[in-house]
């Protein structure tokens, strides 16, 4: 099956560029132009991957992330921007991008986190049926729709939570260093830190609900990582 990538990006040289790679390396290959345009590709049809620039005309691409993320596209998102201030690489990930890439670029380095993204992907899609409906009446997990179902509402998950939540879930009861987490659910990024690792935590614990002064299931192993408890009936 070929693998389809939606790039929404204005930049109409860069399109070609990129384009013109992604078709040679024998991906199905779409791009859209402005951000209305490209959120309603990405809705409409399914893709493998989408490629998000940040800024676009109309809609920018934070909200376009935000937006299908909330309505449960769950298809990995890689952000490009000519940004490089970590508060926006931060923001990207917080409102669930999975990887992030700053302009100018290396095509190479483009190709390379392409790929980890859609094994990581793939990868998700296999395991991620050990853990489905698990839980107690006041929160199930669901990684193969992707949800967390809290007092009888569906939380969409994105694609990095997803990962994040079934690596803790298949590692329960041990401690798991944020190395271990870089390496086995980010993989090789270079610019990706323990700080993404943090905020992708606080994230995914809000959407369980795990928040106050007493963490049930997500438990900060101070100075070392995380300990995963996972609601049981």
Sequence with gaps: ??????MIEDEQGLVL???DRLKAEGYHFVARHTGDEGEMEARKNPYDLIILDIMLPGK???????SLRDSGVD???????????VEDRVTGLKIGA???L????DMNELLARIEALLRRSTSSEISKKKVQNKGTPSLSIDLEKGIVIRQDKEVPLSAQEIKLLQ?????????????????????????????????????LRQKL?????????????????????????
Aim: aromatic share 12%; charged share 20%.
């Design 1 to 6: 099956m070929i693998t389809k990538i939606l």
């Design 17 to 19: 560029t990129v384009g």
């Design 60 to 66: 920018d691409g934070f909200s376009i992330c935000k």
């Design 75 to 85: 298809t990995p998102i890689l952000m490009l921007t000519a940004r490089s201030q």
């Design 98 to 100: 999975d990887d992030y």
């Design 102 to 105: 700053c302009k100018p670029f």
């Design 167 to 203: 690596y803790l879930y298949l590692h329960y009861g041990t401690i798991v260093s944020r190395k271990d987490l870089l390496n086995n659910v980010w993989g090789y990024e270079k610019n990706i830190t323990t700080r993404t690792v943090d905020v992708h935590v606080a994230r």
């Design 209 to 233: 609900g795990d928040i106050g002064d007493m963490s049930r299931y997500i438990h900060t192993i101070r100075g070392i990582g995380y300990k995963f408890s996972p609601p049981e009936a």
